[in-house]
């Protein structure tokens, strides 16, 4: 095997990079413009929403949004302050704390979320016939369980 990809190979890698760059790009932009929210802001917001109770542990959410430890922290507290999430102690194990969605945070994902959705929708969906995202959704699954089994593999070989 060759140590570069062939032609097909890098065009398509190329291709996934760009569109993710610009998708995440545009989103962001429009998400800034439209909620006055960024884009990892709605993130956050969007996982707890959908969590039981609306709370996770701050561990649960960083692998979720695979974030680095500190990251999480500081957004955490940007996010604390503005009144969208709270920090709560976990009885279980007091080093790992319960991130819970506060009343303004479900306030501020409702609001954001249809103009977003809509966003969504005209930059990918449009873009792409029924065949196509289910192709898409199906190649992006098998690619991350390939990484899956790849890291569950070393994590394995280490041990």
Same mark, same amino acid.
């Given at each position: 095997m060759s140590d570069w990809l062939n032609e097909d190979e890098h065009r398509t890698w190329r291709s996934v990079l760009r569109m993710h760059a610009q998708l995440t790009a545009a989103l962001a932009q429009a @998400?800034?413009?439209?909620? &006055?929210m960024s884009i990892?802001? /709605?993130?956050? @917001?969007?996982? @707890?929403s959908e969590a039981p109770d609306r709370v996770l542990r701050a561990r649960e959410l960083r692998c979720e949004l695979q974030w680095e430890k500190s990251r999480l922290a500081h957004h955490i507290r940007r996010?604390?302050?503005?009144? /969208?999430v709270r $920090?709560?102690?976990?009885?279980? &194990? @007091? $080093?790992?704390?319960l991130i819970r969605l506060t009343e303004t945070g479900l306030g501020a994902i409702r609001a954001a979320a249809p103009t977003h959705v809509a966003r969504v929708r005209e930059l990918f969906f449009a873009a792409l016939a029924p065949a196509q995202a289910r192709a898409m959704r199906e190649a992006a699954e098998a690619v991350l369980e390939n990484v899956a089994r790849h890291a569950e593999n070393e994590t394995t070989e280490e041990n």
């Amino acid at each position: 095997m060759s140590d570069w990809l062939n032609e097909d190979e890098h065009r398509t890698w190329r291709s996934v990079l760009r569109m993710h760059a610009q998708l995440t790009a545009a989103l962001a932009q429009a @998400l800034k413009t439209d909620s &006055d929210m960024s884009i990892s802001d /709605y993130e956050v @917001l969007a996982i @707890l929403s959908e969590a039981p109770d609306r709370v996770l542990r701050a561990r649960e959410l960083r692998c979720e949004l695979q974030w680095e430890k500190s990251r999480l922290a500081h957004h955490i507290r940007r996010m604390e302050q503005r009144g /969208y999430v709270r $920090r709560d102690a976990c009885t279980d &194990d @007091l $080093r790992a704390p319960l991130i819970r969605l506060t009343e303004t945070g479900l306030g501020a994902i409702r609001a954001a979320a249809p103009t977003h959705v809509a966003r969504v929708r005209e930059l990918f969906f449009a873009a792409l016939a029924p065949a196509q995202a289910r192709a898409m959704r199906e190649a992006a699954e098998a690619v991350l369980e390939n990484v899956a089994r790849h890291a569950e593999n070393e994590t394995t070989e280490e041990n």
